[in-house]
């Protein structure tokens, strides 16, 4: 089992940043992907960035150039550091990890207003 923990959402203007971090526990060294993906109300849940355990990265095309995905592999932690937010940001982001199975973190709010 894997247990992923977010932090660091919040309210934030639009143009600010805001960083992400996404602490795993548990059966660690299973984990072969780790990311974040995001659902806004009415919805559906959508991927923002993906980080493999080799360092390579994905991004959705609406954020490409503003946010950057990297993981401390130490610390077991992945990072979402999200730079010129706009109020289309605004979701809950969801940390996500892979290891044959798919986990999930509880969700942090990300407002951005105008």
């Known amino acids: 089992q894997v247990r992923l923990v977010e932090s660091g959402g919040g309210l934030v203007q639009a143009g600010g940043s805001l960083r992400l971090s996404c602490a795993a526990s548990?059966?660690?060294?299973?984990?072969?992907?780790m990311g974040w993906y995001r659902q806004a109300p009415g919805k559906q849940r959508e991927l923002v960035a993906i980080?493999?355990?080799?360092?390579?990265?994905n991004y959705a095309d609406s954020v490409k150039g503003r946010f950057t995905i990297s993981r401390d592999n130490a610390k077991n932690t992945v990072f979402l550091q999200m730079n010129s937010l706009s109020p289309e940001d605004t979701a809950v982001y969801y940390c996500?990890?892979?290891?044959?199975?798919?986990?999930w973190g509880q969700g942090t709010q990300v407002t951005v207003s105008s």
């Open positions: 996500w990890g892979h290891s044959g199975s798919q986990y």
């Open positions: 548990g059966s660690i060294l299973s984990i072969n992907a």
């Open positions: 980080i493999n355990s080799g360092g390579t990265t």
